[in-house]
């Protein structure tokens, strides 16, 4: 099932598919939000901003709610 990560609840895993290059900073991609690495969502904030995610090259990121909106993923079956 495709969905973006800002839809994602806690403990969900999921495959990177697609990420928009001009509205993802460089930074990001730099640490591993790359299309094909898995992904898991660690916390959220009680608004919902921002999210907490692990990728699998062991990066741990802090992303904003309107940049997860871009990362594209299809959530992995547990």
């Known amino acids: 099932m495709k969905t973006t990560v800002d839809l994602l609840k806690i403990g969900d ?5 697609h990420v928009d290059l001009d509205k993802i900073p460089l930074k990001l991609l730099e640490m591993g939000c790359l299309p094909d690495n898995e992904l898991e969502i660690i916390q959220i904030a009680p608004l919902g901003d921002p999210i907490y995610l692990n990728v699998n090259n062991g990066s741990h990121l802090a992303i904003r709610k309107e940049t997860a909106h871009e990362i594209e993923v299809e ?4």
Not at 13 to 17: E, H, Y
Not at 75 to 78: G, V, W
């Open 75 to 78: 959530i992995l079956e547990p």
């Open 13 to 17: 895993k999921a495959i990177i598919t």
